[in-house]
């Protein structure tokens, strides 16, 4: 078990009628602590990179090779996906460095701009062999608008399918960036009506996965409810960084002297990798209680 592609993993979690976990690297503990997650589930995982985080490490390479790096190294199959990419060059970088997944994110764009750039990034992304994701209906968060009235139209989200190629979309159906408390409502009917708008695109035979981002503020029941109604790779960053972060506050109050990094991050990593591993499970429907999708 290594390095693999998100197709691979989001494939299968389809077919299965179950979902896939894909977590935000921040930084080389976060990916560390993220493939531990994975290896103490047993299931695969998808460690993600957003633009964001590239923007941080002042260029994509430095974190990207690290990160790849640890997925390799690891005993679970762990894909390495680029994250919310506004501009189309960071796109190819990432192709270049090796991903075996993009998202190109228009959603803030006009329809017909969306439709005309991320067509041209899919194109340039199948010729490498790269698994695409797209973005239709803007999620709210991250620039302060947190607006839970935006949802993806089905027609629309067929229509944007067919034109662009893409391999995965992310839909807007309740949740929002950002969250640190988990009260977010998801439209479930909403989730099915998408699903099976692309099961009929006719573009393959298995419909085009549909991802959730800002699963951060979405509870466990919830999650496993829109799982089960059609969504297949979940996407969290929020949730976990407030493990590692909390880890880290508990460790610096309990002795004032430390000074050794490494001896507050080595429990901050523990603690994500734990969070992890249970969402993970949570995801695959193998949690306590939690019942697979219907056929």
Same mark, same amino acid.
Do not use: C, Q, W
């Given at each position: 078990m290594t390095l693999v592609s998100a197709r691979e993993l989001v494939t299968d979690a389809a077919a299965r009628g179950t979902g896939i976990g894909a977590f935000n690297v921040i930084h080389l503990e976060t990916a560390e602590g993220l493939v531990r997650a994975s290896e103490a589930a047993r299931l695969p995982v998808i460690l993600q990179i957003s633009q964001n985080c590239a923007d941080y490490h002042r260029g994509l390479e430095p974190i990207a090779l690290a990160t790849l790096a640890v997925a390799r190294r690891a005993q679970t199959p762990v894909a390495v996906h680029l994250d919310h990419a506004e501009r189309p060059e960071l796109v190819d970088e990432a192709i270049a460095l090796g991903?075996?997944?993009?998202?190109?994110?228009?959603?803030?764009?006009?329809? $017909?701009?969306?439709? +005309?750039?991320? #067509? @041209?990034?899919?194109?340039? /992304?199948? %010729?490498?062999? =790269?698994?695409?994701e797209g973005e239709l209906g803007e999620v709210g968060g991250k620039d302060g608008a947190h607006a839970p009235g935006v949802r993806t139209?089905? $027609?629309?989200?067929? +229509?944007?399918? #067919? @034109?662009?190629?893409?391999? /995965?979309? %992310?839909?807007? =159906?309740?949740?929002?960036?950002?969250?640190?408390?988990?009260t977010a409502s998801l439209d479930l009917e909403l989730i099915g009506r998408l699903?099976?708008?692309?099961e009929r695109s006719g573009r393959d035979e298995q419909a085009v996965p549909l991802v959730l981002h800002g699963s951060s503020g979405v509870a466990d029941a919830v999650i496993a409810d829109a799982v089960r109604a059609g969504?297949?790779?979940?996407?969290?960053?929020?949730?976990?960084?407030?493990?590692?972060?909390?880890?880290?506050?508990?460790?610096?109050?309990?002795?004032?002297?430390l000074v050794d990094s490494r001896k507050y991050l080595s429990p901050a990593r523990e603690a994500l990798a734990g969070e992890a591993a249970r969402m993970l499970r949570l995801f695959a429907l193998e949690s306590a209680g939690v019942a697979g999708r219907p056929a």
């Open positions: 991903f075996g997944s993009v998202m190109f994110d228009g959603g803030a764009l006009p329809y $017909d701009d969306n439709v +005309a750039i991320t #067509a @041209a990034v899919a194109e340039r /992304a199948h %010729a490498a062999g =790269v698994y695409i139209d089905p $027609d629309e989200a067929r +229509a944007f399918v #067919a @034109a662009t190629g893409v391999d /995965a979309l %992310a839909v807007a =159906v309740g949740s929002s960036h950002a969250m640190t408390d988990r699903r099976k708008a692309l969504m297949t790779k979940i996407n969290v960053s929020t949730h976990l960084n407030g493990f590692f972060t909390r880890a880290i506050r508990s460790t610096l109050d309990t002795d004032e002297k």
